[in-house]
């Protein structure tokens, strides 16, 4: 070897044993023996740069004689120090029992020892060296008498050793916890190799893919486990279709693209989370799924319920409850979805307004029971007479509409306009009593009165046309009936601000003479409007308007007041009425505060009548009217019948009413002239009606002495009409009066 390399460890622990051989046949021959160790020494302090020492043998224990300079650096000590010291006192602590036996029997029976032991270093530290032990020489019990040993320094193996079989029981011990941790999760896990074969799976995912259990063993190919389940029913969806699915899976296992739910027997539904890693392995957790799915459903059928609920509750508040026809709302919807899109090309839009006449008495008179069995047949007739794409709705107590889209709309209205008052013609029975009615129909048509968005609007002006017509009867818009709506509407907020205001709204007055003699007999105080614009006019030209706005009561409070006010100035002039009569609405009439009202007045000027129209209906409201009527009389005044003949007052209402004085009505007065003659028979009757009841007769319309004599013949001892004086403001009255009284009274007129 060159020099300045010492040869490796074996080659130098070989030629020591040899050297030690040599000495050992030396000794045998008696003599050399000393010179041998001391060669073998002298080797080692040449060739040696690992420890190495030379033991003598004494018993059962070893002795150092010699150590080289790297066994004394190792040890931490001087080599002479070394000297005697025994050298298993030079072994650490690490060096367990069996190593120290296994050392013992190889020193004890002479025989080459090779193994680790660790020593002691000054420093406190353990050097593990490689030790090779060679006997030399041999002693009389058959012994060695010295040991040769040689050591390597492999402290850095054993570190190296002790840091991987650290890592290796941490490693251990992290595999241990995640196997218990995957054990433990309540999923089931799976992980299978980049050539799809599993490697690792737990418990429960053998309990969920329990028919495929035969094949769920490491190594098993994905696919065959997948088969296995195929062909014991382990994927109820995959029935019938095995291969598709099987390839669809594989190829979602392959490359997975987020969670794929599963369905197994029983019900049981698992959500499949699948992860490709970077070295090609599949890490797969399978979700039992099956309660947050029956969840699920239960919620989604909850959902579909409350759906169902939510149309029905839809349905119903776009439903007349007792018609089961559309409401307002629901036609408002309609008419706003037709509103957002144009009609079908060639096709028009109808809208008709039905008002059914006469319900109020049927509701009155019958009951609300027999009312709603009328608004139900008229439904039914109004689902009789349109097709089934049109809409129906019930939009107020009496008022239903039809929303019609149709070529030729116009047509199909009219011709349900038609139909409609031809069936409401007929009587509806209830309980055994014929409850007649009537229809009136206002019909509005689209494009060609306006945008659908105004269907309604018009149709409901051509309504109030039709009643105007006399019901019964339909009435289409027309651009002339908008106009008459918005002069009624414009007319309705002159009368408004004319309230406001207090000096527009006035009373005139209509004498009456006595048919014996032409004395004055009274005045009937009515209501002129002085208009601004339109003049004077006459209550005929805006109470319905007024009726429409609720403030006839109040018209007739004022002129009330007036009236009195009037006779009371009147009788201080010397020009004393005997009599005022003042006309009364039913909604004054049904109001309690009537009677205080006239208690407020004051005590009256003179005699007071109110003058009810026959057309009030007792029968509905008799009782409530007649308390009123009574407060009334208790303060003196009296009840007069007003345009008796044209109305509904039946025997039973006289009877129940008792008034003081009916007055004829003006349009059988007229029928006295000429060829309207036949009108006298009628007045007769009346007449002799009242004398058989005690009441009193008054006319009116009076325009001839003709009337005015055969009123006389018929027993009127009251005369009201042009042929006397046509009505007055305050001023023509007084001097009407004046001039009155300076007449004669021989002549009525």
């Known amino acids: 070897m060159c020099a300045g390399h010492p040869p490796p460890f074996a080659t130098r622990a070989r030629a020591l044993q040899g050297a030690g051989a040599t000495g050992a046949g030396a000794q045998r021959g008696g003599s050399g023996q000393a010179v041998r160790i001391e060669e073998v020494i002298a080797v080692l302090g040449v060739v040696g740069h690992d420890p190495a020492l030379v033991c003598a043998r004494t018993g059962e224990s070893l002795s150092v004689m010699w150590c080289n300079a790297a066994m004394a650096r190792a040890a931490g000590r001087d080599a002479v120090d070394l000297h005697g010291e025994d050298f298993l006192a030079l072994l650490g602590d690490e060096a367990d029992t069996e190593l120290g036996y296994w050392l013992a029997a190889a020193l004890a029976a002479g025989r080459p020892f090779r193994g680790m032991l660790p020593f002691r270093t000054g420093g406190g530290a353990t050097l593990w060296g490689e030790c090779q032990a060679s006997p030399l020489g041999t002693a009389e019990d058959g012994g060695c008498t010295h040991w040769v040993l040689l050591i390597r320094d492999i402290t850095p193996d054993m570190d190296l050793r002790d840091a991987l079989a650290g890592a290796k029981a941490e490693a251990e011990r992290i595999r241990a916890r995640l196997w218990a941790a995957i054990e433990a999760a309540p999923d089931a896990f799976a992980l299978y190799d980049s050539d799809d074969r599993l490697v690792m799976f737990n418990e429960r995912y053998r309990e969920l893919y329990g028919e495929s259990r035969a094949a769920l063993t490491l190594g098993t190919p994905f696919e065959e486990i997948l088969r296995e389940g195929l062909a014991r029913g382990q994927y109820p969806d995959a029935a019938g279709r095995e291969e598709e699915w099987l390839a669809v899976r594989l190829a979602r296992h392959r490359e997975p693209k987020g969670p794929i739910e599963q369905e197994l027997p029983g019900d049981r539904h698992l959500q499949i989370r699948e992860q490709r890693t970077p070295e090609g392995d599949t890490v797969g957790f399978r979700i039992d799924v099956t309660e947050l799915k029956r969840q699920s459903r239960v919620l989604e059928s909850q959902a579909r319920a409350l759906a169902e609920q939510m149309e029905r509750m839809r349905e119903l508040a776009r439903t007349d409850t007792l018609t089961g026809v559309g409401n307002r709302r629901g036609l408002d919807l309609q008419m706003r979805a037709m509103a957002e899109r144009p009609p079908p090309p060639g096709q028009g839009r109808a809208f008709l307004h039905i008002d059914l006449d006469r319900f109020k008495q049927i509701n009155d008179m019958s009951g609300h029971a027999a009312g709603d069995r009328v608004l139900q047949e008229v439904a039914g007739i109004l689902g009789r007479s349109v097709r089934p794409q049109d809409y129906v709705a019930r939009v107020g107590g009496d008022e239903f509409a039809i929303l019609i889209e149709a070529e030729d709309a116009g047509r199909v209205a009219d011709g349900v306009a038609a139909r409609v008052i031809e069936a409401c013609r007929l009587p509806v029975f209830h309980d055994g009593v014929a409850c007649r009615f009537g229809a009136s129909i206002g019909i509005a048509i689209a494009p060609e009165s306006g945008e659908t968005a105004g269907l309604m609007e018009n149709a409901d002006i051509a309504l109030y046309a039709a009643k105007a017509q006399g019901?019964?009867?339909?009435?289409?818009?027309?651009?002339?009936?908008?106009?008459?709506?918005?002069?009624?509407?414009?007319?309705?907020?002159?009368?408004?601000?004319?309230?406001?205001?207090?000096?527009?709204?006035?009373?005139?007055?209509?004498?009456?003479?006595?048919?014996?003699?032409?004395?004055?007999?009274?005045?009937?105080?009515?209501?002129?409007?002085?208009?601004?614009?339109?003049?004077?006019?006459?209550?005929?030209?805006?109470?319905?308007?007024?009726?429409?706005?609720?403030?006839?009561?109040?018209?007739?409070?004022?002129?009330?007041?007036?009236?009195?006010?009037?006779?009371?100035?009147?009788?201080?002039?010397?020009?004393?009425?005997?009599?005022?009569?003042?006309?009364?609405?039913?909604?004054?009439?049904?109001?309690?505060?009537?009677?205080?009202?006239?208690?407020?007045?004051?005590?009256?000027?003179?005699?007071?009548?109110?003058?009810?129209?026959?057309?009030?209906?007792?029968?509905?409201?008799?009782?409530?009217?007649?308390?009123?009527?009574?407060?009334?009389?208790?303060?003196?005044?009296?009840?007069?019948?007003?345009?008796?003949?044209?109305?509904?007052?039946?025997?039973?209402?006289?009877?129940?009413?008792?008034?003081?004085?009916?007055?004829?009505?003006?349009?059988?007065?007229?029928?006295?002239?000429?060829?309207?003659?036949?009108?006298?028979?009628?007045?007769?009757?009346?007449?002799?009606?009242?004398?058989?009841?005690?009441?009193?007769?008054?006319?009116?319309?009076?325009?001839?002495?003709?009337?005015?004599?055969?009123?006389?013949?018929?027993?009127?001892?009251?005369?009201?009409?042009?042929?006397?004086?046509?009505?007055?403001?305050?001023?023509?009255?007084?001097?009407?009066?004046?001039?009155?009284?300076?007449?004669?009274?021989?002549?009525?007129?």
């Not at 339909?474 to 009936?481: E, G």
């Not at 030209?541 to 004022?558: C, G, K, N, Q, S």
């Not at 909604?587 to 109110?610: H, I, K, Q, T, Y």
Request: glycine letters at 8%; a negative charge; aromatic letters at 4%.
């Open 471 to 749: 019901r019964n009867r339909a009435a289409r818009f027309t651009a002339d009936l908008r106009h008459a709506a918005e002069d009624r509407k414009r007319l309705a907020d002159d009368l408004l601000r004319a309230l406001e205001r207090g000096e527009q709204i006035r009373a005139w007055y209509h004498p009456q003479v006595r048919a014996e003699d032409g004395g004055v007999a009274g005045v009937e105080a009515l209501v002129r409007w002085h208009h601004p614009e339109r003049g004077v006019l006459p209550p005929d030209a805006f109470l319905d308007v007024a009726d429409d706005l609720d403030v006839t009561a109040e018209i007739d409070r004022r002129i009330l007041r007036a009236a009195l006010e009037t006779a009371a100035s009147l009788a201080a002039q010397g020009l004393a009425l005997p009599k005022v009569s003042v006309n009364v609405s039913y909604g004054r009439l049904a109001r309690a505060d009537l009677s205080a009202e006239v208690a407020r007045l004051g005590p009256l000027p003179c005699r007071v009548a109110f003058e009810l129209l026959e057309t009030i209906d007792f029968d509905r409201d008799g009782g409530e009217l007649m308390w009123t009527i009574d407060a009334l009389r208790e303060q003196g005044c009296e009840i007069e019948i007003d345009d008796f003949g044209s109305g509904r007052a039946s025997l039973s209402t006289l009877l129940q009413l008792r008034p003081e004085r009916l007055k004829i009505d003006r349009r059988l007065v007229a029928a006295l002239d000429g060829e309207g003659a036949g009108g006298s028979p009628l007045i007769r009757a009346i007449a002799d009606m009242a004398r058989a009841l005690g009441i009193r007769l008054s006319a009116e319309g009076v325009e001839t002495e003709a009337q005015a004599a055969a009123l006389r013949g018929l027993g009127c001892d009251v005369l009201q009409g042009h042929l006397f004086a046509p009505p007055l403001e305050v001023e023509e009255l007084a001097d009407w009066l004046a001039d009155r009284a300076a007449a004669p009274a021989s002549s009525p007129a």
